[in-house]
Nanobody, 123 residues
Framework: VQLQASGGGLVQAGDSLRLSCTASRRTSSNNGMGWFRQGPGKEREFVATINWRGGSTYYADSVKGRFTISRDNAKNTLYLQMNSLKPEDTAVYYC?????????????????WGQGTQVTVSS
């Protein structure tokens, strides 16, 4: 499965962005998916996850209430709506497909990764 992430950019604090991640084949529709990010000099960290049906989601505390993860299985696409962006949200954002159907925040539970899209938030 190949994943193509897009939608990143340079924005100001308080702005919004919507990231998209399109999978190359339908396999991802049967699996949980997630977004992770890696800031400068930091390890990759969990952001949000969603189960295969889209009915179960979970967020990192740092983004809860500001970010929303969703998916459209008919389009093999995962989304991350990011509102009220902060400078500390600056990172490369990666989408990923889990090894199973449920949502999970454990990075070891993911098997396929996209190339990442850069999000930069200026103060």
């Amino acid at each position: 499965v190949q994943l193509q992430a897009s939608g990143g950019g340079l924005v100001q604090a308080g702005d919004s962005l919507r990231l998209s991640c399109t999978a190359s084949r339908r396999t991802s529709s049967n699996n949980g998916m997630g977004w992770f990010r890696q800031g400068p000099g930091k390890e990759r960290e969990f952001v949000a996850t969603i189960n295969w049906r889209g009915g179960s989601t979970y967020y990192a505390d740092s983004v809860k209430g500001r970010f929303t993860i969703s998916r459209d299985n008919a389009k093999n696409t995962l989304y991350l709506q990011m509102n009220s962006l902060k400078p500390e949200d600056t990172a490369v954002y990666y989408c990923s497909v889990a090894r199973f159907a449920s949502s999970t925040q454990r990075i070891a539970d993911y098997q396929y990764w996209g190339q990442g899209t850069q999000v930069t938030v200026s103060s």
